[in-house]
């Protein structure tokens, strides 16, 4: 750490210095040039980098003759909305320590519809996983990786077990982390809990092979994994990994077995009825375990506006795969299903 960004410096450290920072379209494109391009503007058709700037806010390649704008290829791409609205938007999302509902967002905005509120929020989800994110876990470190249902409520009973969808967890044990899991006064059995990092992903089917496409997938080879006894799993040594199961049949508390993906589960499940109430579509649902994930991970940042930072940086980063995905033409309406 130490030479990170710096609140009030970097980005806005209160909701007071945003508003005075970006009172318009303007101030919000060159901060949006300034994350994207952090050494200067390269042109992405022929890397050059002198430029000159129209009034629309195009960068215009002197070399090729090409325009390039700020926000082409995010999801900022042809909004009406001012610029500013997002911003606010965005702060609003992630100066909240659970997020906010599609409910809350359009009542703090003075959105007119729900739906137009529900779909920023889903824009806003698929910028918040780094495509080039790092494995988990290392060598000496050691990762808990398990399955959670997730749904299967619907009209306040439990429905059946074709209605759960398994979320598969894989989170770091890390006794040297510098901002530990967030304890609360009574519960002992969970103080003792430090975790890193998190990644989660939604699986076809509970116990299969997913698990260690997973595990291949976002830990590192060489890393210790603590699983249950399922079966599946002791094929983990063949990928490289230092295998610990154990029995959870057995134990006579569950959460005792593996603390680290059981906390992680039910901090999960409770911010779905918390904060978003149950309104989380099945379909969706991956993007959701990302915004999950995004603030699970940066839960010990000393300021909330790094996390504004952070997103706003993940949103006009140049990897062409996930702004593909952020342009899909129109967001799916928003079905509240209960589902979950
Ligand atoms: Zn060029």
């Known amino acids: 750490m130490g030479t990170g960004p710096v609140a009030g410096v970097d980005y806005p450290a209160t909701y007071q210095q945003l508003l005075k920072w970006f009172p318009d379209d303007d101030s919000c494109v060159e901060y949006l040039a300034r994350l994207r391009w952090p050494d200067g503007f390269v042109c992405p058709a022929c890397d050059g980098g002198q430029f000159w700037r129209t009034g629309r806010g195009l960068w215009m390649c002197r070399s090729c003759s090409r325009g390039t704008s700020v926000t082409a290829g995010t999801i900022f791409h042809r909004t009406r909305t001012p610029l500013s609205t997002w911003f606010a938007a965005i702060w ?23 739906q137009t509120a529900w779909a920023w929020l889903h824009k806003l989800r ?4 780094r495509p080039d994110r790092d494995r988990i876990g290392g060598p000496g470190t050691v990762v808990e990786l398990d399955e959670t249902l997730i749904g299967g409520v619907s009209g306040g009973t439990m429905g059946g077990y074709a209605d759960k969808v398994p979320v598969m967890i894989a989170v770091e044990l890390d006794p040297s982390a510098t901002s530990g899991s967030r304890t609360r006064a009574g519960r002992p059995s969970r103080r003792q809990v430090r975790l890193g990092r998190v990644r989660m992903q939604v699986a076809q089917r509970p116990n299969t092979v997913d698990l260690l496409v997973f595990a291949q997938a976002v830990i ?13 799993l002791k094929r983990l040594p063949d990928h490289g990994f230092k295998h610990e199961p154990t029995n959870g049949y057995a134990a006579t508390d569950p959460a005792t077995v593996l603390p680290g993906v059981h906390l992680v589960a039910s901090l999960l499940k409770r911010w779905f009825i918390g904060t978003l109430h149950y309104r989380v579509e099945v379909q969706q649902l991956p993007y959701y375990l990302d915004e999950y994930t995004f603030r699970f991970n940066r839960r010990g940042a000393k300021s909330r506006g790094l996390l504004f930072y952070r997103l706003l940086q993940q949103a006009v980063g140049t990897d062409p795969n996930p702004l593909h995905q952020l342009l899909k033409p129109h967001e799916q309406q928003a079905e509240s299903s209960n589902w979950c």
């Not at 698929?126 to 996983?129: F, H």
């Not at 590192?220 to 599946?232: K, L, M, N, Q, V």
């Open 92 to 114: 609003f999302v992630t100066s909240q320590k659970n997020g906010v509902s599609a409910l809350g967002l359009q009542r703090v905005l003075g959105f007119g519809s729900y």
């Open 220 to 232: 590192e080879p060489g890393t210790t994994i603590r699983t249950d006894g399922a079966t599946i």
């Open 126 to 129: 698929r910028a918040m996983v």
